[in-house]
Nanobody
Framework: QVHLVESGGGLVQAGGSLRLSCAAS????????MGWFRQAPGKEREFVSA????????YYADSVKGRFTISRDNAKNTVYLQMNSLKPEDTAVYYC??????????????????WGQGTQVTVSS
């Protein structure tokens, strides 16, 4: 079992930045690939970014590529999502998720085993 807690969300103006953190507890963090997903009101959950257990491989949704950066610190059991040049369309609840299968790194939410409770990100225009 892995327990995930997101933090770092908030209200920011368009063009601003936020850094989300997801702290994991329970099983060995480095055994898990990690992902970030988001869900806006009235929309389906969508993939944002993912990082392999070692940090050596990362994926991004086209909508955030070049603006968001995912990283992890296995010593601190934490994964981060640095979000720059935020846009109003980035407004959503952001969730981190853990995948116990190291390979392949997935963009599909259904492949992830554990989820955090989410943190709200609101970008004003």
């Amino acid at each position: 079992q892995v327990h995930l807690v997101e933090s770092g969300g908030g209200l920011v103006q368009a063009g601003g930045s936020l850094r989300l953190s997801c702290a994991a507890s329970g099983r060995t963090f480095s055994n898990y690939a990690m992902g970030w997903f988001r869900q806006a009101p009235g929309k389906e959950r969508e993939f944002v970014s993912a990082i392999s257990w070692s940090g050596g491989t990362t994926y991004y949704a086209d909508s955030v590529k070049g603006r968001f950066t995912i990283s992890r610190d296995n010593a601190k059991n934490t994964v981060y999502l640095q979000m720059n040049s935020l846009k109003p369309e980035d407004t959503a609840v952001y969730y981190c998720a853990a995948d116990s299968k190291r390979y392949p790194l997935s963009r599909e939410g259904r492949k992830y085993d554990y989820w955090g409770q989410g943190t709200q990100v609101t970008v004003s225009s």
